[in-house]
């Protein structure tokens, strides 16, 4: 059993845990729950609709780096197109892919930067993932 639970084997395993946690909460928490929740989706519907960034006082989150802001406004327009109750969680799901693409980067950082510490790959993915 040790020899199956390699370094390489645990940093993944954190990155799977990571993904389905975010699954978990995108599935069971409401769309519009979070306390600014509502400015990054006016942000995101803004950037679709008007198809430019908008600037100071026309949406909260103006400021704000804007290309994960499109992508979650083109699932969401996809998701209203669909027909879908709330089109917001598709913006949601998103983290998904967001959250284990962090934790393999810094995986392949970790490896990277000190390649003779095996352990300490799943230990910066355990620490991003919890």
């Known amino acids: 059993m040790a020899g199956k639970l390699s370094p390489e084997r645990i940093a993944i395993g954190f990155a799977v845990l990571a993904g389905l946690i975010v699954l978990w909460n995108a599935a069971a928490y409401p769309a519009g729950a979070g306390y600014d929740a509502p400015s990054h989706q006016e942000y995101a519907d803004f950037l679709i609709q ?10 909260p989150e103006y400021y704000s780096p804007p290309l994960y802001y499109a992508v979650a406004g083109a699932v969401t327009w996809v998701g ?14 998103l983290n998904v ?20 510490r095996r352990w300490l790959a799943p230990a910066a993915a355990g620490f991003v993932a919890l």
């Open 50 to 59: 008007h198809l430019r960034l908008p600037v100071r006082n026309e949406t």
């Open 97 to 116: 892919p967001m959250v284990v693409g962090t934790v393999l980067l810094v995986i392949g950082l970790a490896r990277l930067l000190w390649p003779d």
């Open 80 to 93: 209203r197109q669909a027909g879908l109750g709330e089109p917001h969680k598709l913006g949601q799901l």
